[in-house]
Antibody, heavy 116, light 111 residues
């Protein structure tokens, strides 16, 4: 059974940094794109960033370009999101999600709170 | 880029059926979409993918009470024999070569 396990969330000051990680199991990791999706409190789902199976192509929503960096290690079946220059509006639950065409597996989510 | 539009809320009685709609923006009516369910306090769960033709494929373990269809730019999720656990937020999702997009979500209340 395919599974994703998100980790790394926490409380961070505005302007600070945080690194999220997602461990995958139960599927051929390198064959699939992976993404990060977030959900602010009481709001809907919002795609943040994606990376191709090989890691050679990365994609970002406009609101995180230049601040967030996605990466993956196919030898360890992990995908990460380095978040820099964090803002209050980045406060959300962050989910990793598997899929090239439709997110068919989701992590359990990790909470990021940006506050002074 | 594509935009997905969903009604903010819907309601139906226990044991009845309900159809939720996701509408693709102009010029994107041929896109494939996916439906996800998010029960209160939980992570999203993948339900199915629906093609422009109306062909749909449910995810692993998704009950056959959940079905999909399509008409023009609209993609539908129909839930039959509504159960209390179907009360949740439902999101549609689509994608192109460089981004993924979600609809605003529909909150389904089971009466």
């Amino acid at each position: 059974e395919a599974q994703l396990l998100d980790s790394g969330g926490g409380l961070v000051l505005p302007g600070g940094s945080l690194r999220l990680s997602c461990g995958a199991s139960g599927f051929t990791f390198s064959s699939y794109s992976m993404s990060w999706v977030r959900q602010a409190p009481g709001k809907g789902l919002e795609w943040v960033s994606g990376i191709s199976g090989s890691g050679g192509r990365t994609y970002y929503a406009d609101f995180v370009k230049g601040r967030f960096t996605i990466s993956r290690d196919n030898s360890k079946n992990t995908v990460s999101l380095q978040m820099d220059t964090l803002r209050g509006e980045d406060t959300a639950v962050y989910y990793c999600a598997k899929g090239n065409d439709g997110f068919d597996v989701w992590g359990q989510g990790t909470m990021v709170i940006v506050s002074s | 880029q594509p935009v997905l539009t969903q009604s903010s809320s819907a309601s139906a009685s226990l044991g009845s059926s309900v159809r939720l709609t996701c509408t693709l923006s102009s010029g994107h009516s041929f896109y494939v979409i996916a439906w996800h369910q998010q029960q209160p306090g939980k992570a999203p769960r993948y339900l199915m993918k629906i093609e422009n033709s109306g062909t749909y494929k449910r995810g692993s373990g998704v009950p056959d009470r959940f079905s999909g269809s399509s008409s023009g730019a609209d993609r539908y999720l129909t839930i039959s024999n509504l159960q209390s656990e179907d009360e949740a937020d439902y999101y549609c999702e689509t994608w192109d070569s460089v981004l993924w997009v979600f609809g605003g979500g529909t909150k389904l209340t089971v009466l």
